[in-house]
């Protein structure tokens, strides 16, 4: 519990164990913010725009290497109530705002415990160095399993969260359907075992006394299928395009649409899953809510038969074995997707 960022960092200087090595530290905070990034009218999907939405998104993940739009999109009209988004956001910054003593019983080191109160990464006793970052996460899927292990408090924690988190699943189905009818595949292609996990990942970044050294989140790819983050209303989430970090703009009411590295090797690399980070700010605490739809951990993945053309860069392999993988090549997306690739030397 000591560790925890929020619980120590008030007018302390950034200790040296956060410090991160010239070559990934943020250094200049002034970048560019994307407006590259498409804001996508999900409620034109309905309509007879519809092919046009379809290809907006394919677009914006097919062409990775010369666009920031091919990394994520920004997702407006959506369908989730605002009154929900705004009143989930309200309760994820009371449960950081709580006295230490009523979210004690949730901490944990323990990388196993899937719902846990926790600091920086996934491994604190592993890491190099720390993130700026305190995180609350829990799964919420099968919901009548897991809700159990959700916070208590703030007392209205499991009825707000559990509203957002069905409304979260059904938005990823609904992305998953536009995307698979892009890609040329049957209708709930993604539905089932490859969409069947959902985590909530609840990231508070107090206040730091030099951004320019540390970072929220090091640079890193998404795991999952999906990710749909609600980042609030604070700058710091950055994407890394065209070899230069870009801050993606919080807009009200939309969420950031991440394509996770499932996606990528499911379409053939037709997709591409972009490498984030968070930056941390001097003045404000920033909260985020990220929803990881995610394969069940026993799914076979492989790319789909109609996409692998001449070749198949990726071979058939269990989530489970890749997310193993990732946890112990943190960060490095190129090595990590390698070691999944059909002439790779190393599986
Ligand atoms: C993540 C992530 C971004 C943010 O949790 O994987 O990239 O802005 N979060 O908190
Ligand atoms: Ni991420």
Redesign the pocket.
């Known amino acids: 519990m000591e560790k925890l960022v929020s619980r120590w960092c008030k007018n302390k200087p950034l200790p040296e164990s956060y410090i991160f090595p010239p070559e990934t530290r943020p250094g200049n905070l002034v970048v560019p913010t994307c407006n590259t990034i498409p804001v996508i009218d999900l409620s034109k999907a309905e309509g007879q725009n519809r092919t046009h939405i379809v290809q907006q998104i394919l677009k914006a993940g097919q062409e990775v290497t010369c666009f920031v739009i091919d990394l994520c999109k920004q997702v407006v009209n959506h369908g989730v109530p605002e009154s929900l988004m705004n009143e989930s956001m309200d309760v994820f910054k009371e449960f950081f705002e709580m006295p230490w003593e009523d979210k004690a019983m949730l901490y944990s080191e323990d990388p196993k415990d899937s719902c846990r109160l926790s600091t920086s990464s996934v491994n604190y006793a592993r890491e190099k160095i720390h993130h700026w970052r305190d995180n609350l996460r829990h799964p919420c899927h099968p919901l009548q399993d897991c809700i159990k292990h959700w916070p208590q408090k703030p007392i209205r924690y499991r009825e707000v969260v559990a509203a957002l988190s069905v409304e979260a699943k059904k938005l990823g189905l609904r992305i998953l359907e536009l995307v698979s009818e892009g890609l040329g595949l049957e209708s709930g292609y993604f539905g089932d075992k490859l969409s069947e996990a959902l985590h909530l990942?609840v990231?508070h970044?107090p206040p730091c006394p030099d951004p320019s050294l540390t970072l929220?989140?090091t640079k890193?790819c998404?795991p999952n299928l999906l990710?749909i983050?609600h980042?609030g209303d604070v700058h710091?989430?950055q994407i890394f395009n065209n070899e230069e970090w870009i801050g993606v703009e919080p807009l009200p009411n939309a969420f950031v649409v991440?394509i996770g590295n499932q996606l990528q090797i499911i379409s053939n690399n037709k997709l591409k899953s972009g490498e984030?980070r968070?930056v941390t700010n001097s003045r404000v605490a920033r909260t985020?809510a990220?929803f990881f739809i995610a394969p069940s951990e026993d799914s076979i993945i492989e790319p789909a038969i109609s996409l692998v053309g001449e070749a198949s860069v990726y071979r058939a392999f269990e989530y489970k074995d890749f997310l193993l993988d990732y946890l112990s090549h943190m960060g490095n997306n190129e090595v990590v997707l390698g070691r999944f690739e059909s002439q790779s030397l190393n599986n």
Do not use: R, S
């Open positions: 990942f990231n970044y929220g989140i890193h998404d990710t983050l980042q710091g989430l991440n984030h968070v985020t990220a």
